[in-house]
């Protein structure tokens, strides 16, 4: 037995290190779920994004236990900015009920369905530059931040099922629960962290941080 779970975590473990994303092509117009409201015009959606092929390093078979947990966007309201509207798109346990919805617009990207002023509004998503804390959220500034693209992922030249976000070609995700990140009301989440070129945790030189797993963020039925 511990030798078949040895031979499993090796398995996932070489696995996901041969996975070799690739950017769907024509953007938005690839993605599940496309409404086609006139040329040029659609927008694919709604959809959740899920926690895939988490790694738990910690654990003895590497199992996570936030597999195919969903997101939900959590706004920040800080006192000394309240018309700041900006915040994450995290990962929250499935207790948590309600989901936020994603979609993807031509010509805008990635958008994130936000409560504000007793209403829906979809607002553009995107990854923050600073490679040491790269979260998906919104209301940042154009040169704080890169557009977030959708990816098949090819094992041996493979296509693999599922599409996944990411940027410059990366798709792996730190995830780590955090309970009181300030201006969100003390929401426990899980929050997302792109691992590109100088991600590294800066203390360790460690690829993660304690506490800290590795996964991909999978479009929901895709
Ligand atoms: C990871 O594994 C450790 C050790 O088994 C466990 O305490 C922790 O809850 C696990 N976390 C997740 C997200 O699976
Ligand atoms: C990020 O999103 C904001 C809106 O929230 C937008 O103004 C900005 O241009 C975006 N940046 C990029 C690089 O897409
Ligand atoms: C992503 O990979 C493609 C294909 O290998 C390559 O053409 C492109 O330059 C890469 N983009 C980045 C930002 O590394």
Redesign the pocket.
Known sequence: MAFLLAGLSLLATVQAANVKPVLVPNGCASLPNLQQTGPASGFAGPWNIVVDQ?V?T???DN????EGFGDMAVPITLDDQPDVKSGFVSIVSQKLGAKSYLICTSGIGFEAMVFYDNQNDYLPINITSNPASAQLKWGQAEDESEPVDAYYHYIDGKKQDGIFLGANNVTSWGIQLQENVPGTGGIPMWQLRLLGPGSEDQKTGKALKEGE?KTFIRIDGS
């Open positions: 988490c738990n910690t654990a003895i199992a996570c236990t936030i797993y």
